[in-house]
């Protein structure tokens, strides 16, 4: 049974830092990427970023120079260090693991709210 579980999300200011933590069950062996989507109220989940058992990343547009992904293969961990949060990142955080099946598993969400 895979199991993904996320934490670091909170309350913090505008031009603040975060840093979002995801760790699956499954082997690193049968992980092909960890990645990590958000949701605020009223839109459609979208994703933020990416990256792959072999260090591909890939990151939305908007995030890019602000949030860095990166991972610990050893702990099937993955992790998500946002900076210079604007209160248009306010969203519930998932992260989705991806085996090398193409079967996605999905954790239950970390929120983050950035406000003053």
């Known amino acids: 049974q895979v199991q993904v579980v996320e934490s670091g999300g909170g309350l913090v200011q505008p031009g603040g830092s975060l840093r979002l933590s995801c760790a699956a069950s499954?082997?690193?062996?049968?992980?092909?990427?960890m990645g990590w989507y958000r949701q605020a109220p009223g839109k459609q989940r979208e994703f933020v970023a990416s990256?792959?058992?072999?260090?591909?990343?890939n990151y939305r547009d908007s995030v890019k120079g602000r949030f860095t992904i990166s991972r610990d293969n050893a702990k099937n961990t993955v992790y998500l260090q946002m900076s210079s949060l604007k209160p248009e990142d306010t969203a519930v955080y998932y992260c989705?693991?991806?085996?090398?099946?193409?079967?996605?598993?999905w954790g239950q969400g970390t929120q983050v709210t950035v406000s003053s």
């Open positions: 989705k693991t991806r085996d090398i099946n193409f079967n996605d598993y």
């Open positions: 499954r082997s690193v062996f049968s992980i092909y990427t």
């Open positions: 990256i792959t058992s072999g260090g591909t990343i």
